[in-house]
């Protein structure tokens, strides 16, 4: 990973060309970002704002609802970690707890058959469900696309995911920090590296950081019209590290901050393992095999309250530049 100081963007429109040839050149550079960052915004991506504009309406409702009405939804009621997150649900490896509320979707699957798959529990809240599931399936119909995009960049076959995205567990979160006035500088969400294959983002204000190979702070600002993505520990994992997990944290702002990220992931038996063509006798296999769906599972039982007190803690292999920057 190099010493960079701004996030790439990239234009990702001729995804969907006819031309193979315009299709590998925005692989190409996706590529470079994917080794070099591990962090993009991509443009050309075909999410209408006036969807990404009814979440963020939808997200107020949820969010300006009594307490009392939201733990009607809590999370910890649902089937396939759904529903309402209050502030202090969540409690991360260093033990802090993050000045946040959350409402999380997740693949509305009412057959259920794994941890994270079953029906969403839905608030009984008018203008809410309708937009946040067309933004779901948006979000699903751009992480395919995005697969695409990586394999073609790593040189594997332009399907080479397609067989595992059959009914993944993609995470949905939409997140709230309320105003704080005297949070300015302050650090919010610890350094981390996110479970998935990659996350996809949208956020109405500034906070997000990523560390560069220096171990230095990089600003990830909202860009009108565009999205943030970031590669996670399971493409880390596949690519055994060609691809890089990039640590990142939340710098706690005064504003209020709305933040949607898209977890997106593969299906949860997908076994998640260096793929032969990045394994070689001068780079041996780093990355033990994992079940996606499993490692997901772990880590979020990990830090939620309600699956703490279930299953007991347990989480998974560590990913991310900042660990190894520890030694570990």
Not at 74 to 90: A, C, D, K, Q, W
Not at 155 to 161: K, N, R, W
Request: glycine share 10%; charged share 25%; proline share 9%.
């Amino acid at each position: 990973m190099r010493s960079f100081d701004v996030v790439p963007v990239i234009d990702i429109a001729d995804l969907a060309s006819a031309d193979p040839a315009e299709r590998q050149a925005v692989a190409k550079a996706l590529g470079e970002a994917a080794r070099e960052v591990g962090f993009l915004y991509v443009r050309g991506h075909g999410v209408p704002e006036a969807l990404s504009a009814a979440v963020l309406d939808a997200a107020r409702r949820v969010f300006d609802e009594p307490l009392e009405r939201k733990q009607g939804w809590y999370i910890g009621r649902s089937m396939n970690h759904s529903g309402y997150v209050p502030e202090g649900e969540e409690v991360f490896a260093d033990g802090k707890t993050d000045r946040k509320e959350a409402f999380d979707v997740g693949l509305d699957a009412p057959e259920g058959g794994a941890p994270m798959l079953g029906p969403n529990l839905w608030p009984d809240l008018p203008g809410f469900r309708e937009p946040v599931a067309a933004y779901y399936a948006a979000m699903a119909g751009l992480a395919r696309r995005m697969f695409r995009g990586f394999a073609l960049a790593l040189g594997l076959p332009e399907d080479h995911f397609d067989p595992h995205l059959a009914r993944p567990p993609s995470q949905l979160r939409l997140i709230h920090y309320p105003y704080d006035p005297d949070a300015a500088d302050a650090r919010g969400i610890g350094a981390h590296t996110d479970y998935e294959f990659f996350t996809i983002l949208r956020s109405t204000e500034p906070g997000l950081e990523v560390m560069n190979g220096e171990g230095r702070w990089i600003d990830v600002p909202p860009q009108p019209g565009a999205f943030v993505i970031n590669i996670g520990d399971m493409l880390e994992a596949w690519t055994n590290g060609v691809f890089v997990a990039t640590s990142h944290r939340v710098r706690k702002v005064a504003a209020e901050r709305f933040s949607f990220p898209f977890f997106a992931t593969c299906d949860y038996e997908t076994v998640v393992e260096p793929h032969p063509r990045f394994v070689s006798p001068g780079r041996p296999a780093a990355y033990p095999p994992l079940v996606s769906g499993e490692h997901l599972y772990a880590q979020t039982r990990a830090t939620f309250a309600y699956l703490k007190s279930r299953r007991g803690e347990a989480g998974g292999p560590a990913f991310g530049q900042a660990v190894r920057q520890a030694g570990a």
